[in-house]
């Protein structure tokens, strides 16, 4: 079962029209990662105290979908998707803003290739017989923004942790095997599946400036210097990403205001861009 739900996402990912991107002519997200991990995983109710109580465990997500006491167990699938080296390479040479093919990557690629495909992994495995959820097309998905910065109530990159697909940097973005320019999705099942072996003995195991103190190149990428050795400042990088100057740009692009330009400055142009740098070969 494990092997068949991979392979049709691979299907899906290969032959979607909407993932079909003309200003590269190629797709927005290479082939994707998945994993599996075991809904009643502990670290998933340690997020309470991590993120916040506000952060929905797999069994909440669930049964906000179909009900109290409709939860029995089950797994989250854990997507992570590439997005393609030519954008990425676009993004590379950028100083202060995204390029046009990465904003146009958030709007269509996020907005609607990304939803479109939660929709349908949802639709797939409820239509086989396991119910499912997709939590990012959830109606009570919400990202809280205080006084610490940005955080949502179904944290994807905390999830994709879980599901042993990769740890997170000096930046607060995610490292996989497939670098730190990814996207990721999940959606919550009540399909039994063997889960994933989480490989990494700490939260930020595939960061080289975290692991052993070199690197440091998305510090020097930040255009708004929301990045330093502390740590990440997410509202600064929040008020930037989503800011006015953000939303005027990607309309000239042709992209989402609402969804912004975006930056990704700190995820291209740096060496865990397309790998896990803690990896050699």
Known sequence: MENLIKNEIK??????????????????FEEP???????????????????????????????????EESYKG????????PINEKTRKSNRVQKEWA?????????????IFLRGFAKYLENYLNTMGHRTISPYNSEWFKIHV???????????RH???VAGLGTFSINDAFITKKGIAVKLISVVTELKLTPDIRAYKNHTENCLFCSKGICGACIKRCPVNAISKEGHDKIKCYKYVYGEESSKLAE????SPKAGSGCGLCQTGVPCEGKNPMKIG
Request: charged share 30%; net charge negative; no cysteine.
């Open 11 to 28: 299907r899906y990912f290969k032959e979607s029209k909407e993932n079909w991107f003309e200003e590269i002519n190629d797709t927005y």
């Open 33 to 67: 990662v998945i994993n599996f991990a075991d809904s009643e995983d502990p670290l998933f109710e340690e997020y309470k105290k991590v993120i916040g109580e506000h952060h929905f465990t797999p069994k909440e997500a669930f049964e906000l979908a179909f009900g």
């Open 74 to 81: 089950g797994t989250v699938i854990s997507i992570v998707l």
């Open 99 to 111: 390029s046009r093919e990465w904003a146009l990557t958030r709007t269509f690629g996020d907005e």
């Open 146 to 156: 205080d006084g610490s910065g940005p955080t949502s109530n179904w944290s994807e």
């Open 159 to 161: 999830i994709a942790y």
């Open 252 to 255: 000239s692009y042709g992209a």
